[in-house]
């Protein structure tokens, strides 16, 4: 049986300076990331073009829009196949994993207002 290795680290999550990846790691967690940067980051300008066609086509817009979703889907499949995104994006993944690792919070609780105490 082979042994569950993420137990190490201050909050029982896994040692934060460990760069290894999980098979779910390479597989989903990282491509889901890649195409949420892509969408978010680098093909703002068809996503822009693609929401607007569907705010003005209702009903029709899975057939009047095709153009656009395919020019935004073209976007997202460039970048998920560029080998220095996908590095960076490697690179952001393991970053966010080992500073989850150190303090025991995901980057939504870490960039969440704390609340004021107290009153």
């Known amino acids: 049986m082979k042994a569950f290795k993420n137990t190490g680290g ?3 999550l896994g040692d934060p ?3 290894s990846l999980r098979k779910v790691e390479t597989e989903v967690y990282i491509p889901k990331k890649m195409r949420e940067i892509a969408r978010m980051e680098k093909c703002t300008k068809e996503v822009e073009e693609f929401t607007q066609c569907c705010k003005t086509s ?3 817009m899975s057939v009047k ?5 395919t020019a935004l889907w073209d976007c997202v499949t460039k970048w998920f196949y560029d080998e220095e995104f996908k590095k960076h994006c490697t690179r952001e993944y393991l970053e966010e994993r ?3 690792r150190r303090t025991g919070l995901t980057k939504k609780e870490r960039n969440k ?3 004021a105490k107290g009153i």
């Open 113 to 115: 207002p704390s609340s």
């Open 10 to 12: 201050p909050y029982g």
């Open 17 to 19: 300076d460990d760069k």
């Open 58 to 60: 209702s009903l029709a």
């Open 65 to 69: 829009c095709r153009p656009e979703n």
């Open 98 to 100: 080992s500073e989850y």
